[in-house]
């Protein structure tokens, strides 16, 4: 997607929309069985065949801190590669970066928050410590030109430390901006976000850059996700992170439920007659598919719907 301002439709809402896969990573690593590799595999091959533009396959983390994620190595490299689709993978540091590269992704996330006490949290250190971490990934990606995401985790809200406001979130998107991403993803991790709130904060993080460079990605914990993908689709943005059948959760955010559900956010999408790419009908199957193998009830409610209209 470029850069320039985004075309609107009749709605003032984008007429398109790029829909970021993550249940692969997101969705799967809070997981507590480990989820066997084959089935990894195939859940990234059946979307990459459905034809999302962009998948959140794997993270090159500790180990010792999600384990689920350990087999990131092997699950790059038994899929089959898209040409039409960037497949990204989270890496906390350079020793991350590095099996990133090895793994031949297109995409690194780098991954902070806008709450001190959630970085501290999930990556061990501070929000100014992670920018630290992240300069030589930032020059090492521009160099091997891989593109470089960011990811702001509780920028709405966080389990520490409560509300989080728009300023806090929009220092963060700074960094991020100041190490050349390429896009910036504004997480609402644990799901407590309302309308107003995320339009609040998109407008004041427009400041930095053009809305075309920021993504949503909300968890539905307190069911206001969709209403929240609306509200940041009227700011003017494009990108939204889904997952699969609802997967998800953080294992450093208690309580937090899955990424909203890819189905949903297609079914309202397409209600507004926005482009994805991606149709439902294909989609529906794999939602079905991942909750079978990993023994959990279809998060979507569209999902479900649609499976018990067809049965
Ligand atoms: P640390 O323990 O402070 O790191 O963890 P360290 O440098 O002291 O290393 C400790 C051990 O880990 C060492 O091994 C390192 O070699 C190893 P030992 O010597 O003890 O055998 N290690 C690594 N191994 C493989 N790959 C690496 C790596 N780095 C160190 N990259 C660290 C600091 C950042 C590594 C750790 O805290 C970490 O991995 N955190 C990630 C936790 C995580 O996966 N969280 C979930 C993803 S974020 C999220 O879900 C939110 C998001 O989705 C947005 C949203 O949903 O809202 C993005
Ligand atoms: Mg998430």
């Given amino acids: 997607m470029s850069l320039e301002r985004t075309l609107m439709?009749?709605?003032?809402?984008?007429?398109?929309?790029?829909?970021?896969?993550?249940?692969?990573?997101?969705?799967?690593?809070?997981?507590?069985?480990l989820v066997p590799l084959e089935v990894k595999v195939d859940l990234i091959n059946r979307l990459s065949k459905a034809g999302f533009p962009n998948i959140e396959a794997a993270a090159f983390v500790s180990p010792k801190w999600t384990p689920q994620m350990a087999d990131s190595e092997q699950v790059m490299s038994h899929i089959q590669r898209y040409s039409g689709t960037i497949y990204s993978a989270l890496v906390p540091n350079?020793?991350?970066?590095?099996?990133?590269?090895e793994s031949k992704v297109d995409e690194v996330v780098i991954f902070s928050a806008a709450?001190?006490?959630?970085?501290?949290?999930?990556?061990?250190?501070?929000?100014?410590?992670s920018f630290e971490r992240f300069k030589p990934i930032a020059y090492a990606a521009k160099?091997?030109?891989?593109?470089?995401?960011?990811?702001?985790?509780c920028a709405f809200g966080c389990p520490y430390q409560g509300r989080v406001s728009a300023e806090e979130a929009a220092t963060v998107v700074k960094y991020m901006m100041d190490l050349g991403c390429d896009e910036v993803d504004i997480a609402?991790?644990?799901?407590?976000?309302?309308?107003?709130?995320?339009?609040?904060?998109?407008?004041?993080?427009?400041?930095?850059?053009?809305a075309a460079m920021f993504s949503g990605h909300f968890h539905d914990t307190y069911?206001?996700?969709?209403?929240?993908i609306y509200a940041a689709l009227q700011t003017g943005v494009s990108i939204f992170h889904s997952?699969?059948?609802?997967?998800g959760g953080c294992p450093y955010a208690k309580g937090a439920t899955g990424n909203v559900a890819t189905e949903d956010v297609l079914y309202l999408l397409n209600g507004?007659?926005?482009?994805?790419?991606?149709?439902?009908?294909?989609?529906?199957?794999?939602?079905?598919f991942i909750s079978k193998a990993i023994g959990k009830t279809n998060g979507s409610r569209v999902g479900k719907a649609l499976v018990s209209k067809h049965c």
């Fill in 188 to 210: 609402d991790t644990i799901g407590v976000a309302t309308a107003g709130q995320v339009k609040e904060t998109f407008e004041t993080i427009f400041k930095f850059a053009p």
């Fill in 243 to 247: 997952s699969i059948a609802g997967l």
């Fill in 9 to 33: 439709n009749s709605a003032n809402l984008p007429q398109k929309v790029k829909l970021v896969e993550v249940g692969p990573r997101d969705g799967l690593q809070n997981e507590k069985d």
């Fill in 115 to 129: 709450s001190q006490a959630f970085a501290m949290k999930n990556i061990n250190c501070s929000i100014e410590e």
């Fill in 94 to 101: 350079i020793k991350g970066y590095e099996r990133a590269l």
């Fill in 223 to 228: 069911g206001q996700s969709l209403a929240n």
């Fill in 272 to 288: 507004l007659g926005i482009e994805t790419g991606i149709n439902l009908d294909e989609i529906v199957p794999i939602g079905e």
């Fill in 143 to 153: 160099k091997d030109k891989l593109r470089l995401r960011g990811s702001v985790s």
